[in-house]
């Protein structure tokens, strides 16, 4: 880190004046007791900003937050995994809406501060008989030092919890970003299926908080991709509580630069870990374009490469297959020539001018078979640059999600569709 | 067949006047005498028509032989498997126009009356030491049966040749239309690694030819899916010789319009072969979108569905994953409302406006049991409809395309790149 940011510990609890507690409803599997339900709370009452998918069938929970968020800020979070609530229609918005009023009732705030976010299984209303009797011990339970439950009860077929804090000093005020996130399948730039919260104790404007969020974002969590899915989730929301102390970031000033920054800082740890953890996932690629006609012809390569799934697989072969990227290039909508177009694994050439390179091919297999590695395409035909982080897709991923359908057996035998 | 086609046999060789031939060069390997170099010739001079790849990396042989076309029909195709001379810069120019030099050479027809094709691996110069003594007893050989031979020696990772032949009276004269195809991987609209040749003795003008393989194209192979990759050498050639002595369809006229419809016919039982046949498929869908407010809208929800990921992998699954078809609908970028979206398997109701309808999932699980099923979606917006034939993605594609490196030690043994 060359930054003058140092790790703590925490994740999202670690800004002053953020509690949070995690349960087990069962939703994820009645006869586990897996942590599936998750409360984030502000002890005073804060700043926020979302991100939502960009997905046009959205689930109930992200309807309901993005109008929360129109009206106020929200100081509270409440999340399950395990269930989407999406495409659950009338149902999943009263089921929503049951989440915030009665959690907010608890905390003594309006129903409309409060956050509420699902992710796993599309289609089954949530399983609220297993969900509702546990709000209290939910909020009776907050307590500074979850952080680490919180990350644990979001995820699903994540393998392990991803959580990231920071602190460092400004204007003699010590300000912490701290965070946790959700990813695994269905990872698509523009968003994810994808939850992210971040809490920060800055004091930070409105405008420089919802700025500062789409800006990260745009660097970070819209430039992952697992496998091309962009689910019906998406939820990134940022808490900031003022509790540092500092003097207000307003937009444009140094201060929220330097926010916006550490926040960019803390999402492209978690982005990166959500690839890194992507399902059945071996690799974790740095694609980078440069020499485009423009940052939007290198995002079009970039996207194109990081989702071929021919590519893909060569990568999890581990086999330096340049041809299949050079065929994503041609047909990515940008505008290239083929020609001119060089190709490198880490700083080895593997292909130039569209030819076959010099580099010993066993000198770039040596490079496929590292678990991170950067493919560099240069176009050489302007000053457009672009990357994204990509991962393999292995046989175990299509294995993996071959079939839901014993969730559904066990939705129709708890009479969710009765 | 409910139209008056006769199925007849004879592949590509089926027409009157159209001669074949095959051989093994040793190109797909050198240890191997699976054929894979193939000869067409028309006995008399014919129209022709051609369609090629939108892939802006294109392959040596496709360069040369879209300016053959542009200059004159042609007559003769000359197309090897194992090797898509692509991404090889002027060594694959001046291999691909020595193929049709000598080619036109031994057959007494120019150069440029010679179309070339190759399919196979990328970035490796052609195997010429191994291909061009070949080229005598490919000619010489040449014979009207051999249309089988011809099928085989065109394909890669295909596990089964794709010829089919109809023939049809019309004004008196029996017309005859053959063609083979190949496919298997890199399968995407707009066309896939393709080869696809057709002959006709029918007695067709230009303008009606192209016009007819234009629309024909459109409505088969560039509705056919399994990877969503576009390849570099994509080749769909159409050549009329007119010995079946009809009077000539000019554009425009009922002769022609019936030309195109048998045309389109015999594409379509290609095109469906080649998805059939897609590397280590196990399930043939066709995904049709209704009520959508454009064409366009509905072959944007078509193409998102029939290339998601997690959508393919749940059909690999045998799992009736209504919901990761709905979050493909959503992210297609067509204007959808999810209270408004009908989902059907076959004639069973999964998804009524955006929920879960009341078919039992188990009557629905049986039809994703079976190894062919049409997916209906039911926008509820306008008239637009569409429809795409798709695969579903295994385990074993994956497993199957992640690496082609042995190919590349082979080619460095040959010396091919000293």
Same mark, same amino acid.
């Given at each position: 880190?060359?930054?003058?940011?140092?790790?703590?510990?925490?994740?999202?609890?670690?800004?002053?004046?953020?509690?949070?507690?995690?349960?087990?409803?069962?939703?994820?599997?009645?006869?586990?007791?897996?942590? *599936?339900?998750?409360?984030?709370?502000?002890?005073?009452?804060?700043?926020?900003?979302?991100?939502?998918?960009?997905?046009?069938?959205?689930?109930?929970?992200?309807?309901?937050?993005?109008?929360?968020?129109?009206?106020?800020?929200?100081?509270?979070?409440?999340?399950?995994?395990?269930?989407?609530?999406?495409?659950?229609?009338?149902?999943?918005?009263? *089921?929503?809406?049951?989440?915030?009023?009665? +959690?907010? !009732?608890?905390?003594?705030?309006?129903?409309?501060?409060?956050?509420?976010?699902?992710?796993?299984?599309?289609?089954?209303?949530?399983?609220?008989?297993?969900?509702?009797?546990?709000?209290?011990?939910? @909020?009776?339970?907050?307590?500074?030092?979850?952080?680490?439950?919180?990350?644990?009860?979001?995820?699903?077929?994540?393998?392990?919890? !991803?959580?990231?804090?920071?602190?460092?000093? &400004?204007?003699? !005020?010590?300000?912490?970003?701290?965070?946790?996130?959700?990813?695994?399948?269905?990872?698509?730039?523009?968003?994810?299926?994808?939850?992210?919260?971040?809490?920060?104790?800055?004091?930070?404007?409105?405008?420089?908080?919802?700025?500062?969020?789409?800006?990260?974002?745009?660097?970070?969590?819209?430039?992952?991709?697992?496998?091309?899915?962009?689910?019906?989730?998406?939820?990134?929301?940022?808490?900031?509580?003022?509790?540092?102390?500092?003097?207000?970031?307003?937009?444009?000033?140094?201060?929220?630069?330097?926010?916006?920054?550490?926040?960019?800082?803390?999402?492209?740890?978690?982005?990166?870990?959500?690839?890194?953890?992507?399902?059945?996932? +071996?690799?974790?690629?740095?694609?980078? @374009?440069?020499?485009?006609?423009?940052?939007?012809?290198?995002?079009?390569?970039?996207?194109?490469?990081?989702?071929?799934?021919?590519?893909?697989?060569?990568?999890?072969?581990?086999?330096?297959?340049?041809?299949?990227?050079?065929?994503?290039?041609?047909?990515?909508?940008?505008?290239?020539?083929?020609?001119?177009?060089?190709?490198?694994?880490?700083?080895?050439?593997?292909?130039?001018?569209?030819?076959?390179?010099?580099?010993?091919?066993? @000198?770039?297999?040596?490079?496929?078979?590292?678990?991170?590695?950067?493919?560099?395409? *240069?176009?050489?035909?302007?000053?457009?640059? &672009?990357?994204?982080?990509?991962?393999?897709?292995?046989?175990?991923?299509?294995?993996?999600?071959?079939?839901?359908?014993? &969730?559904?057996?066990?939705?129709?035998?708890?009479?969710?569709? *009765?």
């Amino acid at each position: 880190m060359d930054l003058p940011y140092t790790r703590i510990k925490g994740g999202i609890c670690a800004p002053s004046g953020f509690v949070g507690n995690a349960v087990s409803c069962g939703i994820k599997n009645p006869d586990s007791d897996r942590l *599936d339900l998750a409360l984030i709370y502000s002890n005073v009452p804060c700043q926020s900003a979302g991100v939502f998918t960009q997905n046009r069938v959205k689930a109930a929970p992200v309807r309901m937050t993005q109008s929360h968020l129109r009206a106020n800020p929200v100081r509270a979070i409440i999340s399950n995994s395990g269930n989407a609530n999406a495409c659950t229609g009338v149902t999943g918005l009263a *089921d929503a809406r049951v989440m915030a009023k009665e +959690t907010g !009732k608890l905390l003594g705030i309006r129903q409309r501060e409060v956050a509420v976010a699902s992710t796993g299984v599309i289609g089954i209303p949530l399983p609220m008989a297993r969900i509702t009797p546990k709000f209290e011990e939910l @909020v009776s339970g907050l307590k500074p030092k979850k952080g680490n439950e919180i990350a644990k009860a979001i995820i699903t077929s994540d393998t392990i919890e !991803k959580e990231f804090a920071i602190s460092f000093e &400004y204007e003699g !005020k010590r300000i912490r970003i701290g965070g946790c996130a959700k990813g695994a399948g269905m990872i698509n730039p523009n968003m994810a299926t994808m939850l992210c919260y971040i809490t920060t104790d800055a004091n930070v404007g409105a405008l420089c908080l919802s700025r500062s969020v789409q800006d990260a974002v745009q660097n970070t969590f819209n430039r992952i991709t697992i496998d091309g899915d962009t689910s019906t989730n998406d939820t990134l929301l940022v808490l900031a509580n003022g509790e540092a102390g500092n003097k207000v970031f307003h937009r444009g000033s140094k201060g929220c630069k330097i926010f916006c920054h550490a926040l960019q800082f803390v999402m492209n740890k978690l982005a990166k870990a959500i690839v890194r953890d992507g399902e059945r996932v +071996t690799k974790f690629v740095t694609v980078k @374009v440069k020499g485009a006609r423009s940052q939007n012809d290198a995002k079009k390569v970039a996207d194109a490469v990081a989702n071929s799934s021919l590519v893909k697989a060569s990568w999890n072969g581990e086999d330096p297959n340049w041809g299949r990227i050079i065929h994503a290039v041609g047909y990515s909508g940008a505008s290239v020539r083929e020609e001119m177009i060089d190709i490198y694994f880490d700083k080895k050439q593997a292909c130039a001018g569209g030819l076959q390179a010099k580099t010993n091919p066993e @000198v770039l297999r040596n490079i496929v078979r590292k678990k991170e590695f950067t493919i560099t395409i *240069d176009l050489n035909r302007g000053s457009g640059d &672009y990357h994204i982080y990509a991962s393999d897709i292995s046989p175990e991923y299509v294995e993996f999600n071959r079939s839901e359908y014993a &969730y559904w057996k066990q939705a129709k035998k708890d009479g969710i569709f *009765d």
